[in-house]
Structure formats: structure tokens, C-alpha cells
């Protein structure tokens, strides 16, 4: 009798299943051939893996990744080429759902739940910007929420793919200006400057954490009609529908806390991630007393 065909072999990893598959690549579970270990495999695809240039970006995301100590941070494993000449990534194998899939199953998330995530977001991304990286793709997608009994919520809030975070000098400002005509990013999230193609730095990430926090107040990100242009038009030029209008059920407090990050010049939003969480630590606290007292 012949024997079933050994799964594929990637690396030192043996591909279990397929979790995913994108533009660039796909993702898979796997084990490490010896240890055993469980491991989420992200394969560049081969055509892109045979351009300097996109292993370049695709390996910039371990580097970005190793550099935040951070349990919100996805740990990356090891990185390298399969047989093939495919270029991956080994990170740790999560359990639990994206922050889009929560957000699509709905219901949508009471005010301390949203407090507790964007507070987690806040802080794993502080962390990145105090290592000089900003992670410029924040989006519901690339937010995963883990169950971990002992947390708040049981929950812990993981922060993942910084494959278009920007590294800047040792030291020197997280900032950076874009190739001409580039554009980064996922445009529903996409702050005005990057829309524009403009310098961007953390406080880009603040946006776009502001436009993930209206999404679970609100059921929706601030704009969402139209295509591609119309939406990076909206983020450069048309004023946020105040929270409220969408879901009255919103705290007034927390749509301060919204409007202030969705500013439209990044002088006018929370400087850092710290200040945002500490405003949004504010509005849980306070809504905490207010259910109290009733």
C-alpha cells in the first residue's frame, strides 16, 4: 500500500493547513520539524520573492517587529528562504479572531470594551513609535484579539504586520517622506498627510487608531462611500461626522476623544499614543462611575 504524501516543507517548518492568502503572499499553520513548535508561516509569493526590492519590505517586517518588546507585539521567530527560493516569516501562531471579524459578527462593542482595546492598541503602538517605528497600516484587520483568562476582558490585544512600518535612523525622528506619488497604506485608515503622499509620522497611527475606535462606536469607519478617491478626498478635506449623529448611544465623552484624533492637521490630534490612552483611561473611568451611581 503507498503511503500518503508528506505535507510540504518550508524551511525548518512542515505546512499543516492554509490560515490565509493575500496579494503578496500567503499564510499557513505550521510545526518546527523538531521542536514541535506551532507557528504562523507568512510565504512571500515566488514572483515577489525574486524582487530584491519586496523581500527587502517583506523581511523589514521581522526586523520592525523584533525591535518592540512588547507582549502586544506578534513575536517573529525566524525569518528566511524555503528550497524554493520563497521567502518567509515564522511568527507565533495566534487563537482567537481579528479585530474585523469581531466587528463583523457584531454586536458592536460596549464603551469600556472599546476603551480596553484602543488603551492596548495605544500602548503596543507607543511602544513601536518609542523604538522609532511607526506602523502606518493600522486597520481592524491587523488587530487580533487573543483570549487570555487574567486579562481585562480576557482578552489580550495583539498589534500585527508591520510589514509597511517605517524604520527610521537609530534615534532619530520616527518620520519619513514617502516616494513621489506613493501611497501607503489602507484608505479608510489612511490619515490626510498620507493621503497626500505627504511626511508621515506617529501621529498618522493616531488617525488611524481614531478612525478603528469610530468604526466600533459607530458600526462604521468615519468614510466609507465611493471609491478609493473619494475616500482619500474625504480624509483631506470633509469634517468627521460627529459620532453621536451615527450613535447616539455613544458617550459624549469618548466622541471628544474620537473628534480630537480624527483631527485633520496632526498638530490639532494627541501628540503620542501615550496621551491618546490616557484621555481614553479618562473616559472609561468616568463611565465606570456613571454606571456606578445609577
Sequence with gaps: MSQPPSPPQIGSYRVLRL????????????????SGRRVALKVLHDELSRSRQ?????FHEARSAARVDDPGIVEVLESGYADDGSAFIAMELLEGESLAARIARGPRLAPSSIVYV???????????HAQQIVHRDLKPDNIF????????????????????????????????????????GTPMYMAPEQCRGGDVDGRADVYALGCILYELACGQPPFVRGG??????????????????????????LER?????LEKSRDARYPTMQALAQELGAVGADHGQARASR
Design 19 to 34: 490560515l490565509g492568502r493575500g496579494g503578496t503572499g500567503t499564510v499557513h499553520a505550521a510545526e518546527h520539524v523538531t
Design 54 to 58: 519586496m523581500v527587502a519590505r517583506f
Design 118 to 128: 484602543g488603551c492596548e492598541i495605544a500602548r503596543v503602538v507607543h511602544a513601536a
Design 145 to 184: 484579539l487573543v483570549p487570555e483568562p487574567g486579562q481585562p476582558h480576557d482578552t489580550r490585544v495583539k498589534v500585527l504586520d508591520f510589514g509597511m512600518a517605517k524604520l527610521s535612523p537609530e534615534g532619530g525622528p520616527y518620520s519619513f517622506v514617502t516616494e513621489k506619488g506613493a501611497l501607503l
Design 228 to 253: 478609493m478617491g473619494m475616500i482619500l478626498g474625504a480624509h483631506v478635506y470633509q469634517p468627521v461626522p460627529p459620532p453621536r449623529l451615527l450613535a447616539p448611544d455613544v458617550p459624549e465623552a
Design 257 to 261: 476623544v474620537l473628534l480630537r484624533a
